[in-house]
């Protein structure tokens, strides 16, 4: 056995931030492709291709 004392509220806190971070990316990327993509409900249907 180890005689070693752990802090639990001091282990974790890198991947805590890295998962914070990556959902932060996630998010704005998110918004970004909403952005570029979104149609209002009102806009001019695209136009039926000829057969």
Known sequence: MTTDRVN???L???FAALIIALAIVANFTAFKIHKAT???PDA???E???R
């Open 8 to 10: 639990p509220s001091s």
């Open 12 to 14: 974790g806190w890198g």
């Open 38 to 40: 979104y149609l209002q």
């Open 44 to 46: 001019p249907k695209a």
């Open 48 to 50: 039926a291709s000829a």
